[in-house]
């Protein structure tokens, strides 16, 4: 193992990512690092980055160590540029000067560093920890009701490892009222919490405020070594279902299957009940128990977009025409469609208008218009599409239909230019490539009248003047 505090730029070199290591030097050269001094085998110092306030960073052996920046890994480039700065200036170790003092001379000088604002931060958290602790989480619930707080929700997770059970939850609680998503934050925290004896009713009330997924494995996993405790704090309901959810998960987590399904099947009240039921019976292999759950919640809900799941589920293991007219309902297909006409046989006309009353895409329409050879209906749909569908419509009708294709990529492309933006433009492009594919002539005469037609536009010129080239090779079309 190489040798810490490190001698030379080697000793550290290898162990660290190459795109860190090349700006962390860089940081160094740049004169960023404000102080550096070590302390035994510890190497500390400030380090200015993009932020006002420089970082504050520790580096120990094994590159162990923190910086208050908000990079996820260690050792960041503030760390690495430390290090340069380290071997290159060889800072004095601070050790042996401080044991050499005698108690008097230690407390004059706590008195005296205690002054400086930036020391007293430090003499505060390594004296009262704990106090300095929450008074930071007081900064913190001040920075969410001004609209911030990552910061300092970051600088609290690096001194999690210094306080107890009461300053965790108090941050935990903190956490709650966060204006951004709090997961990764509570991840870190709840790690911390679960090695201090953690409470299995403050878990459940954090989760029954925040349905995380954090907050539910943790109580999960606590749980499922408290059974029986946990058991009582799950009785009785909530308006969520919450609890039930938890105690059916646990039930199962502790072997006793029956009674978890039980639970599942006493909550039976909405769409979301049904999929954890069903979703479970099918990982317990119990696919006709299942399929019946799926069919009651199929006739309860009807056209609820949640029930896709159940739906995919009935047309996959049976397929009659009541799961495929349901799955339609939901979202108009081409495979439910056509496996209606087969099934139904002459009924099917009886239905066919009620269903496509239900389609509202148009390029869906087409094919099925298509397939039918239904061209009266292709017709009248032509001509009442609204322009937004002209793209995804000429596609379908890029086979059988290449001219009506064509007029439609020429429309969708002219009003893309029309709007004026870089974006617009270059769909404007793509739509053009697409025609290419049909009639690479009609493309380029088509990019070349709107440059035309827009000479002062320079980004148009940047996205089509690909067409101005004499033998275009085809543009990309994706």
Known sequence: MPPFPPREERDFASLVPQEVLRRGLAYYQEGRVLRVFRVGEKVLGLVQGSAEAPYRVEVGPGLWGRCTCPYPEFPCKHAVALLYAYVEEKAPDLAPLIEALTPEEARGLL?????????????????????????????????????????????????????????????????????????????????????????????????????????????????????????????????????????????????????????????????????LLVERLMALGRVEEALRYAEEARDWFGKDPRLLPLLDLLVAHRGNPEDHRARFGVRPNLEDYLALKSKLGREFYRERKALLRQVRDPALLARIYLLEEDWKALDRLLRNTPPEAYPALAEVLEEKLPEEAKRLYLEAARREVEKGTRKAYREAARLLGRLSRLDPKAAREAALALLQAYPRRRALKEELGFWLSEKPHGPMTE
């Open 111 to 275: 008195k005296k560093l205690a002054l400086l604002p930036e020391v007293g931060l430090y003499l505060a958290e390594a004296l009262a920890p704990e106090k300095a602790f929450l008074e930071g989480v007081k900064d913190l619930r001040r920075a969410f009701r001004l609209g911030g707080g990552q910061e300092e929700a970051r600088a609290l997770s690096l001194r999690l490892d210094r306080v107890g059970r009461k300053e965790v939850e108090a941050y935990l609680e903190a956490l709650l009222e966060a204006p951004f998503d709090p997961e990764p934050y509570l991840r870190i925290a709840l790690e911390r919490y679960l090695a201090l004896t953690p409470r299995l009713s403050f878990l459940l009330n954090l989760y029954l405020r925040h349905p995380s997924e954090a907050l539910r494995e943790a109580f999960l996993q606590v749980a499922g070594e408290r059974g029986e405790e946990a058991l009582h704090l799950l009785r009785g309901g909530n308006g969520l279902g919450l609890k039930r959810g938890l105690r059916a998960e646990l039930l199962f987590r502790l072997g006793r299957v029956e009674e978890g399904l039980s639970a599942l099947r006493e909550g039976l009240e909405g769409v979301e009940d049904y999929l």
